[in-house]
């Protein structure tokens, strides 16, 4: 009976699966669109004035990668390459070769993007708990190399792995005798991904998955606790800003900081299933055919989801929390606001 069970939960689980491959294109098609914007409007020169909006752009641009090499592959899956077309050689050398760069690029990225949140929320905790106070952390270049220190670390841990993989010729080719378009006697050679090292394989894996767990894991634990620590200094801060002389400026470090604990919220939502899905791979003993095995084996496409759709919130949280960030959107849509007494009055540039 219970075997039965396991056996209809784990075929339930695999058709979820299924649908969150299309959801998470989905996602990253929509958040690849909002974030090509979100993106120009932190580059502008009013927006570039804090540490934590150069962190901001570090995590825009680190989703952006990521976003489009989810979109990427989902659309060779779907229609080209990867679509199982009898007519379409899937193993050729190019599309197995952007295939290794993308999971390099994906692990590199997803892993600073994540790490650069944790920043994003410790570095204004401190610049909260500081204020009155000039801070060298709260200047733009702080952000600038925290953003080369953490994805310089996160692209020297996948390099440790993917370094030593290739693309080797496997066999040959041949379209099937319905396709049209070849030569008679037509062939191509194709490729798969080989590790040069396939006796130190397991060991290597092994050391890559325990720092990427850790990691994980790690980043996991830190939100939570950040934001409850930003909780308590939105709540200082709004004492403050009702009682400060320069209402205006307190006010701005006020919604400057629900911004980023309403982000950092998020980065809860979005990191926590896979700081709890390393700790099962690495401390949980795993039985074969399990419904534990499933959900780890699916972990991946599921959080991958989630971090899509938390990238693609960021815009969105910015454009209704920050009047700054709403001010440069109109300057860089040639719209300027200014107000001449009691009037208000728009003019467009052309």
């Not at 815009?315 to 849509?333: A, D, E, P």
Request: charged letters at 15%; a positive charge.
């Amino acid at each position: 009976m219970n075997k039965s069970l396991n056996e209809k939960l784990i075929n339930f689980i695999n058709g979820i699966a299924e649908h969150v491959f299309l959801v998470q294109f989905v996602i990253s098609a929509i958040g690849l669109i909002m974030n090509i914007p979100h993106l120009l409007v932190l580059l502008h020169n009013s927006m570039r004035t804090s540490s934590t909006n150069s962190i901001m752009i570090g995590i825009a641009i680190c989703d952006l990668i990521v976003l489009s090499e989810n979109v990427y592959e989902r659309v060779q899956g779907y229609w080209f390459f990867g679509s199982q077309n009898p007519c379409i050689n899937e193993y050729n050398y190019w599309y197995m070769y952007s295939l290794l760069i993308g999971d390099v690029l994906l692990t590199v990225f997803e892993r600073a993007s994540f790490w650069l949140g944790v920043f994003l929320a410790f570095t204004r905790l401190v610049i909260m708990k500081m204020s009155g106070t000039t801070l060298k952390i709260s200047k733009p270049l702080f952000g600038y190399l925290l953003i080369l220190a953490l994805v310089g670390l996160s692209s020297v841990h996948s390099a440790y792995y993917y370094g030593g993989y290739s693309i080797a010729q496997w066999g040959t080719w041949e379209p099937k005798k319905k396709c049209t378009g070849y030569p008679a006697n037509y062939s191509e050679p194709t490729f798969y991904r080989n590790f040069a090292d396939n006796e130190n394989l397991f060991k290597i894996a092994r050391r890559y998955q325990m720092i990427n767990g850790v990691s994980r894991i790690l980043v996991s634990v830190s939100y939570p606790i950040l934001t409850i620590l930003l909780i308590f200094e939105v709540r200082k801060s709004a004492k403050f800003a009702s009682e400060a002389l320069s209402k205006r400026n307190s006010e701005e470090r006020h919604r400057t900081c629900r911004l980023i604990l309403v982000m950092s919220i998020f980065y809860v939502i979005a990191s926590a299933p896979a700081g709890i899905s390393e700790y099962v791979q690495l401390f949980v003993k795993i039985k074969s055919n399990s419904i534990l095995e499933t959900l780890v084996g699916y972990g991946s496409i599921f959080i991958s989801a989630l971090f899509c759709l938390n990238a693609s919130s960021h815009g969105i949280i910015n454009f209704t929390m920050s009047s700054k960030y709403r001010k440069t959107v109109r300057k860089c849509l040639g719209l300027e606001t200014r107000s001449t007494g009691s009037a208000t009055f728009v003019s467009v540039r052309n």
